[in-house]
């Protein structure tokens, strides 16, 4: 009987210092070595400048959840024609013959007006836009064009040029395009600041053809 009392006080004492340790020594004595939240650390002054130069060549990399689309205004006015040709002027073999350029409506497409060359005599004709540019800058020229032949086998002859020297034109040709209207875009770095002037014109190649011209643009990239 007094061996079975001893066992249970004995268990009792073991059961009070685990108790004792885990919810008393643990948390004052243990814990109390390391340095709270919130709570000021000392540095020395070499540990601090060896961690702020460390900071300062570290890379800062913002992070966005979805991409910034931003809309490049068109550098040329009118370039949809839904003001018939205003700042638009007559170019090279069109100022003679006029009657070769004219405004046409195009119904059930997502452009409502173009611009219709005509061009049987295989003449360079069509017509120019001047639009200030900077050197050293990326930009796009882009147009919708489309041949009014329905045979392949036909040259179309159309393009896009923008022209400011001494360096060469920047262009976009059309020339075994037929009946659909094609979207073409190049991207450029232009080399002289100045005023440079754009065409829209038939005859590329000394061909005789009729086209048909729509969403001119040019865009500042960078």
């Known amino acids: 009987m007094k061996t079975k009392l001893f ?5 009792i004492l ?5 108790f004792g340790w885990r919810y008393y020594y643990l948390p004052n004595v243990v814990m109390a070595k390391r340095t709270p939240v919130g709570q000021k650390t000392k540095i020395s002054s ?3 400048k060896k961690l702020i130069d460390r900071v300062e060549s570290s890379t800062v ?3 966005r959840t979805e991409p910034e689309i931003v809309e490049k205004p068109n550098m040329l006015k009118n370039g949809s024609f839904n003001e018939k040709l205003k700042n638009w002027q007559l170019w090279h073999s069109a100022k003679s013959l006029s009657n070769t350029v004219k405004i046409i409506n195009v119904s059930g497409k997502k452009f409502k007006n173009a611009v219709r060359i005509e061009n049987p005599m295989k ?3 069509g017509i120019q836009q001047i639009v200030r540019v900077v050197s050293n800058t990326v930009y796009k020229l882009s147009g919708i064009a489309r041949s009014l032949g329905n045979d392949k086998s036909k040259i179309f002859g159309g393009r896009i040029a923008i022209w400011l020297p001494p360096q060469k034109e920047k262009q976009i040709v059309w020339m075994s ?3 659909h209207w094609w979207k073409k875009e190049l991207i450029f770095t232009n080399q002289v600041s100045g005023i440079a002037t754009l065409y829209v014109h038939m005859g590329y190649g000394r061909v005789a053809s009729t086209g048909e011209f729509t ?3 040019l865009e500042k990239l960078e």
Do not use: H, Q, R
């Open 7 to 11: 066992i249970i006080l004995f268990v």
């Open 14 to 18: 073991i059961i009070t210092a685990l």
């Open 46 to 48: 070499s540990s601090y």
């Open 61 to 63: 990399i913002n992070m």
């Open 123 to 125: 003449k360079l004709v």
């Open 177 to 179: 395009e037929y009946d």
């Open 215 to 217: 969403n001119i643009s």
